[in-house]
């Protein structure tokens, strides 16, 4: 008896041969070891290929499938190094799905699209964050130079002297600008309207004006920024107010106290700001990402709108689906939304839509309440379980590398009120000092480097916290470093259950991320030698 | 969703109230869109092909038969929309044509004779056969994704794509060789 073609075979595994097709098949297949197993082989390809192409079964391609089950060779230690890589990529792969369930895929692609431009912006223009920096440099040596001269001198001609040596230095050390970069500084800063500035703009001023044309990027810090004229590149501005009324021919990322736009943004905008007002006449050709305090849209957005804010008020044209998280969504008759509207508020009622507002797609309300029903989501307890994993983690690689560190800041918890204040002092103080590097610009790395330990030290707050109740619960036996990795996750489980208390829960994470924050700073002062001349 | 739900929901949803669309998008966008991207390749294109299958889909609900499970019948509308921007992407309507008619079954391999690739595809690595998948030809991804994602069966296929019921089979016969020699070359190269 002859085999059916491999494509029989195929077509039968789909159900899709004829009835009495079937039946042939079948009779063959009762007789036909051979055929059996290829049609095995073909049912489970098709279960293979069904499943890589169902993404809810595979979130993201995360790094748990980088680490291939192979054994490592090179004994116990290499085990361990194993077993580790594992529980990293585990927690790796937890934090990745709890980042995509809690944000949505599209608003993190935005996040990360700003963060790895920013990467991207101090990498290109490495030379001239280096040069800017050299010229601080200079310019504050010389100062330093020109007052040193005074004090040790007493007389003016050497005071001259002195003035006339820093002047030349910062003017021979002092960088030129570079050919498509154009750096400019003072009171105020304008780029008159038949003026055109050929390659980067990086300006820092009381006032920037804009009216004629910029062909690259625009960089800027200044209190007040007044954009009328026409930016090829990107606009970057960090400032005080900000009113665009020309037109970006990028995207468009601000940081400002008030953003006014009446002009046009051919690509996103993604801005932070206290109030955000998007004109009637306004255009943003891209998505709008935003997160302020009090929003106001009412020009024409061409793709979706993402919004953090305590209150949004939309009544222009959104092409794509309008997402809220925040206080209160009020969008009014004039407004058009081609998607859907998606709100993620307190109450229901936070969310008010004319009828006449022509909404295309459903509107959808997530409540957002710590109810008895919050406690039924398995999201809740899957952000416990992962706060946890990734503390107990990153704890035990604290315990690893620098144990007394962690144990004498897990001590120092308990002389709550000088960690307490250190805490708020590190809290309040920490974002101002960031916010000041960064409004520099020059500082800009740094003050990404200083956001970093900022967040971290916030992290590592939890941890240190943890431990020390851990250590008041655990009873010392005779290995001290299985003990403190025992009062770690005794005392990180409890903290991690305490944080969803309804109520208190948050306080207690607050007051957890500023004791503990507040004892590893401390600890660290300390040791740097601060501490006694600060505390007396 | 439940079928009962589901059910309900559609039903309310072809009465116009706006609870109903609430609830189909939230069940099923996820699961379109999916489709959209193994369809169209690309995650801009899907979004907008999604957006516009919900947008569209009042009025498509009023050509709905209840007879058909919901989620079948929105898989299949969402797999005309893309199939037809595919279409107009490429501008030519025989996209799908028949350079297969004249396939003999002999090139296609007896049973007893099966093909050594037979066994490469395996569950080890699902994003690797994920990527091997985005880059096979658009008409074996596409009938793959409708047969495997889309659980379409080869009837409804034939007539999204305009061609017969055997050549379904042959597409989709040929798009699983692709995707094994695909795997093999990749293979190979680490």
Redesign the interface.
Known sequence: MTCPTELTCAVYVDGELSPEETRAAERHLAECARCRRLVAVLRHENRVIGAALDERAAPAPGPATAVRPTTIPGGRRAGTRGLALGAAATVAGFAGVTGWVALGDRVAADWIGLVVKAALFVVMNAATIERTLMTVAVVTMAALAFVGGLYLGRSSSRAVVALVLAVAAVVDVGPSPAEALEARSGLEVTVGAAQTVEGTLVAAAETVRIDGTVDGDVIVAAAHVDMRGTVRGDLIVVARTVEVVGTVGGSAYVAAGTLTLRGRVERGLYAADRRILIESGARVGGDLTLTGRSLEIGGRVERGATMFAHEADVSGHIGRDLRFRGGRLEVRASARVDGAVRADVVRASDVTIDVQAAVAGPVLTRVRSRAAGWYGEPRVWFWVATSFFGAALLGWVGLVLAPSLVLDSADAVWRWGASLGWGVATVIGGPIAILLLAVTLVGLPLALILLGLYLLALYAGKIVVGLALGRMLVKPRANPQRDALKALVVGLALLSLAAVLPVVGGPIRVAAACLGAGALVRRLARAAGVVRSAEG | MNPTEMAEAVERARRGE?EG??E???AFS??VL?LC??LLGSPDAA?DAR?DV??RLPRALDRYDPALPFDRWLLSVTSHHCLDILRRRRLESRLFAAEWEETD?AA?????D??PL??V???E???R??DA?LRLPEQYRVS??L???GEL??DEIASQLGVT?NHV??L??RG?QA?RRLLAELDERT
């Open positions: 706006r669309f609430a189909l998008y939230e996820r699961r999916g991207r193994h979004e957006s919900f947008l079954s296609l391999g007896s049973a007893c099966p093909s037979a066994t595809l395996t569950d690595g699902r994003g056969v994920r998948l793959l994704a047969r495997y994602y069966g080869y019921r089979a042959i989709i016969f699983k995707l």
